[in-house]
């Protein structure tokens, strides 16, 4: 377990989803073989694009996919799923920048603990969020935690896209 949480840790540090926006939040009741459901709780995040991180482009420019005829509107995005025992209230974060990610035990010693943060605004380069200022999603117990980039096959897409 220990080593699963170091290789998601490292993945989530090089970049793949933090201090990306949170495109979409859903969350869905998961009948299996328990006697009692589990949630998915889904986090759509898509990468900043670096004219955005950079200082000296202050202007409107358009979306980077209308460049492109032939662009996958899901490329740079990923998909934080983060299932647990029980349903919790998320408050709203679609519009938002993931900011900050952290695992521990859960208070009961049997499952983890997933605290996520969120910045009403983007975080500019070199400086740290103040972590006290922003929205915070805290979900115990959790069951498993999986991160998806856009082109993996699990990662959910729309037919219409």
Request: a positive charge; proline letters at 7%; aromatic letters at 14%.
């Amino acid at each position: 377990m220990a080593r699963l949480t170091c290789t998601f840790f490292s993945r989530l540090s090089k970049g793949s989803c933090f201090h990306s926006l949170c495109l979409l939040f859903w969350c869905k009741k998961i009948e299996g073989n328990r006697q009692e459901a589990m949630w998915e709780f889904n986090f759509k995040f898509k990468k900043q694009s670096p004219r955005f991180k950079s200082k000296c482009c202050k202007v409107l420019q358009p979306p980077i996919q209308y460049e492109e005829v032939h662009t996958n509107p899901d490329q740079d995005c990923c998909l934080l799923q983060i299932t647990t025992f029980n349903f919790i209230f998320v408050p709203i974060v679609m519009g938002m920048t993931f900011t900050l990610f952290t695992i521990n035990v859960s208070t009961d010693m049997r499952h983890h603990r997933v605290r996520l943060v969120f910045q009403d605004a983007p975080v500019r380069n070199g400086k740290k969020p103040r972590l006290e200022q922003g929205v915070q999603v805290v979900l115990d117990p959790v069951h498993s935690v999986r991160l998806l980039d856009w082109w993996h096959p699990q990662y959910p897409f729309s037919p219409k896209a």
